[in-house]
């Protein structure tokens, strides 16, 4: 292989595993939403093949392009070094509160289309506070039942004596996750960390504008494999 | 031996240019930072999480986009392009803005191939209005669109008033960026030198095809991370309720959101669903989001730097951004 293209192979090879890894273990849930998953399959591919035909070809002949810099190199490798020296990347209460707030999300990406009687989440709860006409189509009112999943944001900004639990909702990646936020009452006064993972089955209750839940039972639970709705 | 040194010596300077405003904006975030008094590991989670996925989701289609303007450099005949470079400027203009549909890319694959239609002698107004118009004029962007605002009865709306309003700025913003010859509009730099990637016979253009999508994906992917770290720190550190809470004024209210499209980096096939998130603000101001975005962001100006020279950013952000304003409000009034 001649010197100008070992560089170039070793950092497209690099690549190539992270993509493989990503997809193989399952993290790639954690920085690429549902919907554009193929973008790590096709750029795996991509990759993979470049990595080959760099190395076939480089072999052959003394032209795989300029020489280029050990600065770029290292450059083009700092995302990959970063998320194996970072203990656990993760969106949580920091990024939530970052990111648009809960006055910005409540009707976000339009209407979840689910029939009377579904479970319902936090998007649905959140469009549920903005919506009264899509409260009263599925039914969401005083009372309704639900089972979420999500992290302690914090104490509530808008109810007293509740926390927000929180969760991303992702379209294409991380990049434009946004928060969607749920006013928990706890049975007790229990406290949980931010960023505490937490299971709560109870009831809507309305709280002025908004909707909170008055939960029957709490508990600590593992991040999901999958963190994004 | 003289020729290997300065062949890295010029290599090198390109990123040398690079490291420098990077390293001036690594140590504004790390003092913004500290004046937010984020300097706990959450702060490093967040900005990993939205560092890496912005590479992860851009990185294919840089690739992608390398590998399109190598296949132009080396199997597109000079006579074949020679059809199109006969066209009258008049002509090529609207028909590189136009072609866009033809490639469906986000804005990461666009600049790589429209940095090599110039250099292959494409009028540069037709090249830069097509590196603009693709990533909004684009089936899978207009559909995204679609099926993010139609909940919302918006949704033919919203793609009408973005392929319009991507059309025009781009056709506008070619015509007035392009009236310079190639040269002084591109970068110089050694990627992609006809003298370096002579391709004679069906080995000789494989090699070179793989010559070619090296210097562009490398030369590119750089300024990529750079724009994405930078974007990421950014989102990491500044709320965005800071903006927010001018959205009741229109003209304010829309160079709010244009500030969020450049900071946020978003890839135009998702932005929508991020745009209609933005609630009070009204109408005008999200499709200024979703225009202005994809013409300019952290991470094209990065790109764009690596291929246009520097007073580039400049001007298309001086005609660009008053166009899309003044289209924002139009949008805003006809649908009243």
């Known amino acids: 292989m001649n010197a100008g293209a070992w560089p170039k192979t070793v950092v497209l090879a690099l690549w190539s595993l992270f993509f493989l890894w990503l997809l193989v273990s399952g993290k790639v849930n954690v920085y690429i939403g549902p919907r554009t998953y193929w973008v790590v399959l096709f750029g795996a591919a991509c990759l993979v093949a470049a990595t080959v035909g760099n190395v076939v070809l480089s072999r052959r002949e003394d032209d795989a392009g300029d020489r280029g810099s050990w600065g770029g190199y290292a450059l083009m490798l700092l995302p990959i070094v970063l998320v194996f020296v970072v203990p656990e990347p993760s969106l949580g209460s920091l990024a939530a509160s970052r990111k648009a707030s809960g006055g910005v999300v409540s009707a976000a990406a339009g209407a979840p289309v689910r029939e009377p009687g579904d479970e319902i989440s936090f998007q649905e709860i959140s469009y549920a506070v903005a919506s009264e006409g899509y409260a009263a189509a599925l039914g969401i009112g005083d009372g309704y039942e639900v089972d979420l999943t999500g992290f302690v944001a914090g104490p509530s900004e808008g109810v007293a004596d509740a926390i927000d639990l929180t969760r991303f909702s992702i379209f294409c990646c991380a990049a434009d996750a946004v928060p969607y936020t749920v006013p928990i009452r706890m049975p007790e006064r229990t406290s949980f960390e931010p960023d505490t993972w937490l299971r709560v089955r109870g009831s809507l209750a309305r709280d002025g504008a908004t909707y909170v839940v008055v939960a029957d039972q709490v508990e600590a639970v593992e991040v999901p494999s999958r963190p994004y709705i | ?336």
């Open chain 2, 1 to 336: 031996m003289a020729t290997t040194e300065a062949t890295v010596h010029l290599a090198d300077a390109p990123l040398r240019r690079v490291l420098a405003p990077a390293a001036a904006g690594g140590l504004i975030l790390l003092f913004v930072a500290r004046l937010f008094g984020i300097t706990d590991v959450a702060a490093a989670q967040t900005f990993t999480i939205i560092f890496t996925a912005i590479v992860v989701e851009a990185l294919p289609f840089v690739l992608l986009g390398a590998l399109v303007s190598a296949l132009l450099e080396v199997y597109v005949s000079d006579d074949a392009l020679g059809r199109l470079k006969r066209l009258p400027p008049a002509l090529q203009l609207p028909a590189g803005a136009l072609a866009g549909v033809a490639f469906p890319v986000c804005e990461c694959g666009s600049v790589p191939v429209a940095r090599r239609l110039l250099r292959r002698g494409v009028h540069p107004a037709a090249g830069i209005a097509f590196m603009l118009a693709s990533p909004i004029f684009n089936p899978i962007v207009l559909v995204s669109t679609w099926v993010a605002y139609s909940p919302r009865d918006l949704g033919v709306q919203m793609v009408a008033g973005r392929a319009a309003l991507g059309l025009v700025v781009a056709v506008i913003a070619g015509w007035a960026l392009g009236g310079e010859a190639t040269e002084e509009l591109l970068r110089v730099d050694q990627s992609g030198s006809p003298a370096t990637h002579d391709h004679t016979g069906p080995r000789s253009k494989v090699t070179s095809l793989l010559g070619h999508l090296n210097d562009d994906f490398f030369f590119m992917g750089k300024f990529l991370v750079i724009g994405a770290a930078l974007s990421a720190g950014f989102q990491t550190l500044l709320p965005q309720s800071l903006v927010a809470g001018v959205a009741r004024s229109a003209v304010i209210g829309t160079l709010a959101l244009m500030a969020i499209a450049y900071v946020s980096s978003l890839c135009s096939e998702a932005d929508a669903f991020v745009a209609v998130s933005f609630s009070q603000f009204g109408i005008g101001s999200q499709l200024a989001f979703l225009v202005f975005g994809p013409i300019l962001d952290f991470k094209l100006t990065f790109l764009y730097g690596a291929a246009f020279r520097r007073r580039f950013i400049g001007s298309l952000a001086l005609v660009t951004a008053p166009l899309v304003v003044a289209g924002a409000f139009i949008f805003e009034v006809l649908l009243r």
